[in-house]
């Protein structure tokens, strides 16, 4: 069955640091999400992305975050200068058509620490 | 304000007995609501979706309903087994967001061989 894959799966970093956490999105799937959770707290939206352009973004997703598709296949995450607040776990997800009657897959998500 | 709400306490159970679990929403209008599994370190795994216009849905041993008048949908496992203990999660798909799925904070299933 296919599924999204996420890199790596446990990233440390320090703080003022840039990272990128990567994601490949099921390969039919035409939108792409990434979420965030704090430990012991909800999921929280970050934005979605459809055909090269962001559709929707939270009031999380400052100007430190971005989102590439650099190629077919990837989906990335930028933090250009991590904070402390950051720490979190990172889940990507993909849907094959955006819309509410549609599921979304979440990948097995990238646990950040920022030190 | 908008807010989506789940019973915070756990629910422990034991097996073989329905599970229910409660999802309530406020200043979401109309809206489809998904629900999700998911377990300790993973990501959410899809599990039901109802749209605005259905009162229930079913698959296999799981059973969605929803109210939109009472803003609520409640979520029953049946003949539940201890493979089932996780955490379920409720989202909202509000309208032309862009996909943005709005979680609650998730209900914690444990079910008692």
């Known amino acids: 069955e296919p599924e999204v894959t996420q890199t790596p799966s446990h990233q440390v970093t320090q703080m003022g640091q840039e990272v990128i956490l990567r994601c490949v999105p099921i390969?039919?799937?035409?939108?792409f999400y990434w979420y965030r959770q704090i430990l012991g707290q909800k999921v929280e939206f970050l934005v979605s992305f459809y055909n090269n352009e962001i559709s929707e973004k939270s009031e999380i997703f400052d100007d430190q975050f971005s989102v590439e598709r650099p190629d077919g296949s990837n989906f990335t995450l930028k933090i250009r200068s991590t904070k402390l607040e950051d720490s979190a776990m990172y889940f990507c997800?993909?849907?094959?058509?955006?819309?509410?009657?549609?599921?979304?897959?979440f990948g097995p998500g990238t646990r950040l620490t920022v030190t | 304000s908008q807010k989506i709400e789940q019973n915070s306490e756990a629910l422990n159970i034991q097996e073989g007995k329905t599970a229910t679990l409660t999802c309530n929403y406020t200043?979401?209008?109309?809206?489809?609501l998904q629900w999700y599994r998911q377990d300790p370190g993973r990501g959410p795994v899809f599990l039901l979706l109802?749209?605005?216009?259905?009162k229930e849905k079913r698959k296999e041993r799981l059973k969605v309903t929803f109210d939109t008048t009472l803003k609520q949908s409640l979520f029953h496992i049946t003949a539940s087994q201890p493979a089932d203990s996780a955490t379920y999660l409720c989202a909202l798909l509000p309208y032309n967001q862009g996909g943005k799925l709005i979680f609650g904070q998730g209900t914690e299933l444990s079910v008692k061989p």
């Open positions: 390969s039919n799937h035409l939108y």
């Open positions: 997800a993909s849907s094959e058509v955006g819309g509410r009657d549609y599921e979304q897959y």
């Open positions: 109802i749209r605005e216009n259905e």
């Open positions: 200043n979401y209008s109309p809206a489809y």
